[in-house]
């Protein structure tokens, strides 16, 4: 997995995993908040892809508001919602989800997911149901009707398990609740980029416990940033001053190109870092530690 950080304000990421299987997703990545007093509203821009090579099935989706409720007094719990839909680009199928929004009034099941798989004709040929935090189910249509009042009336097969959530780790509350993936994210690795996240002197410090030291490295790190940036934007001024054109910093492992499923400019991993990392060349790497 590789993450490039396209803007630090507002947040914005570029992202690219490949799985073993023969898989492939990727994001570029931002958001905007709003504060509601004793709530966060966070809503996700930009669209996901998960493409699959060797079928050519690509998928894309935007994801659901997620909301942080409680935020100044009680305790915090999370809550996501609204409506999702993912398009198989190749065979034009779409899967409708709604995130259905928690309730002081409802009985039903709490972070509930329902939807529907449609063909390129619109009809169902599956319907979904579970809970995000849980687990998702899918059963298969046999049969569709119209009832007298015009309602469908669907059949289907028995469920089939598409997902389910993996345990909080043993002792998970003593650490935030992170999944397994989570927990090892931060993880030290030889022979990576100068470049990675997980070299950064600070947060190295913080893993170890060493609350001031980090503290203090961060205020170097941070400091270091300002002069780059005030360097740069002195250069593209003096650029601007004798009318040339000034590129300023550009990506290593990713590219502003044209993405042909949504028609927009973003961030595409151009694929050479493990090349890079199999010669242990990584002399395009700004020093930014």
Not at 58 to 64: A, I, L, N
Not at 123 to 140: A, F, H, N, P
Request: net charge negative.
């Amino acid at each position: 997995m590789r993450i490039y950080e396209v803007s630090h304000h507002p947040p914005m990421v570029a992202q690219h995993c490949e799985g073993d299987a023969g898989w492939e997703c990727y994001q570029e990545f931002t958001m905007s908040s709003k504060f509601r007093g004793k709530y966060l509203q966070v809503i996700p821009l930009g669209i996901s892809h998960l493409h699959f090579p060797k079928t050519g099935n690509h998928f894309t989706w935007r994801k659901v508001t997620t909301t942080v409720h409680n935020i100044i007094v009680g305790r915090l719990w999370v809550d996501q919602h609204g409506d999702m839909e993912i398009t198989n680009h190749k065979t034009g199928d779409k899967c409708n989800l709604k995130y259905v929004p928690y309730s002081y009034f409802s009985r039903d099941v709490l972070r509930k997911v329902t939807g529907c798989v449609t063909d390129p004709m619109g009809q169902v040929r599956w319907v979904l149901m579970g809970t995000w935090d849980s687990k998702m189910e899918c059963c298969k249509v046999l049969n569709s009707n119209t009832s007298v009042k015009g309602k469908p009336v669907i059949e289907t097969g028995p469920p089939r398990l598409l997902w389910k959530a993996n345990p909080v780790p043993e002792d998970g509350e003593k650490i935030y609740n992170f999944s397994q993936l989570a927990i090892e994210l931060n993880e030290p690795e030889e022979g990576v980029a100068p470049t990675d996240s997980r070299l950064r002197p600070d947060q190295r410090l913080m893993e170890e416990g060493k609350w001031d030291e980090a503290n203090d490295e961060k205020v170097r790190l941070e400091e270091k940033q300002r002069a780059v940036r005030r360097k740069r934007e002195a250069e593209a001024e003096a650029a601007a001053e004798e009318g040339v054109e000034y590129t300023g910093h550009q990506p290593i492992w990713f590219r502003k190109d044209h993405d042909p499923y949504t028609s927009q400019y973003v961030h595409i991993y151009t694929g050479e870092y493990w090349t890079a990392r199999e010669k242990q060349d990584w002399s395009r790497c700004p020093d930014i530690f």
